[in-house]
């Protein structure tokens, strides 16, 4: 099984949703997002930890038992 970026990013905004953020669109009229909270953080390194933890018991024999991360 691979850590793959599409798990990651729905894990990520499942974490984020869960904290009370809501999706927008990239529509900020060139500012840019450059600021971030700690529950921001919190909820990005829970859905990623969830990733790791969901990978780590399906360890793919068919690579020999490598990770593949994509």
Known sequence: MAIS???LVYKMEEHLQA???LRVED???GRG???YSM???R???GAIV???KENAKAIDMTDG???SIE
């Open 19 to 21: 904290q009370g953020y």
């Open 5 to 7: 970026q599409d798990s």
């Open 43 to 45: 909820a990005l390194a």
């Open 65 to 67: 038992g490598k990770w």
């Open 39 to 41: 529950p921001f953080l």
């Open 33 to 35: 997002y450059r600021r």
């Open 27 to 29: 529509e900020d009229d």
């Open 50 to 52: 969830e990733e790791i």
